[in-house]
């Protein structure tokens, strides 16, 4: 297992719809892990930090399952703006580095 | 209030040709790293810097080198560009090294022909 994969997508959404993405992890020590958003060509900007089962912000809910080592990011009620990129982010041994998953492609369409 | 600004953004090397990436924080960051992203790679770690004069490897630090002179300023240099090494190129700083507090740069589009 690669130590972070994310399905690439596409995923085409109309908008108000809900979407969910998943990302898998290969490090069972993985204590913290982070949902970065990227729009095109732009440089990522952070979205949600998960630390333990999960976390909630608005629309957006990020889940940690750790027996199963993934996390997934649900977004609910689409935006057009919410076409973007979305990378996963993990630990990368005890340090200050981190993998950085290669995202998954949102477009929410009108 | 400009956070982390990388110059140039936009660069066509010839082979063979050296260059000299800036990142510049004006946050009082102590950790500066710079990143490679390339299609369908991910984000890769080059080097980092956890404080003035202090630089380490990451996980592609083949053909760069980088420097931390001063707080606020980390340098990438390539020597010998290559082609491999036409990326988007990243730079990000933190106050704590913790990734929820990392701040990139807007980027450098790097062309090696």
């Known amino acids: 297992r690669k130590e972070v994969e994310q399905d690439p997508g596409p995923f085409n959404v109309p908008e108000g719809a809900t979407v969910a993405f998943n990302c898998t992890y290969s490090?069972?020590?993985?204590?913290?892990f982070f949902w970065y958003r990227q729009d095109c060509r732009k440089e990522p900007k952070l979205l949600m930090s998960?630390?333990?089962s999960g976390n909630e912000d608005g629309r957006f809910t990020a889940q940690l399952n750790r027996a199963s080592q993934y996390i997934s990011l649900l977004i609910r009620d689409s935006k057009l703006s919410d076409s973007a990129t979305y990378l996963c982010?993990?630990?990368?041994?005890?340090?200050?580095?981190?993998?950085f998953g290669t995202g998954t492609s949102l477009t929410v369409i009108p | 209030n400009a956070g982390v600004t990388q110059t140039p953004k936009f660069r066509v090397l010839k082979t063979g040709q050296s260059m000299t990436l800036l990142c510049a924080q004006d946050?009082?960051?102590?950790?500066m790293y710079w990143y490679r992203q390339d299609p369908g790679m991910g984000l890769r770690l080059i080097h980092y810097?956890?404080?003035?004069?202090?630089?380490a490897k990451g996980e592609v630090p083949d053909g760069y080198n980088v420097s931390r002179l001063k707080k606020q300023n980390f340098l990438l240099g390539l020597e010998s560009a290559a082609p491999s090494q036409t990326s988007v190129y990243f730079c990000?700083?933190?106050?704590?090294?913790?990734?929820?507090?990392?701040?990139f740069g807007s980027g450098t589009r790097l062309t090696v022909v």
């Open positions: 990000a700083s933190s106050l704590t090294g913790a990734i929820y507090g990392y701040t």
């Open positions: 490090n069972s020590a993985s204590q913290s």
């Open positions: 998960v630390y333990s």
């Open positions: 982010v993990v630990p990368r041994g005890t340090g200050n580095q981190f993998y």
């Open positions: 946050m009082n960051h102590e950790y």
């Open positions: 810097s956890v404080g003035e004069g202090t630089t």
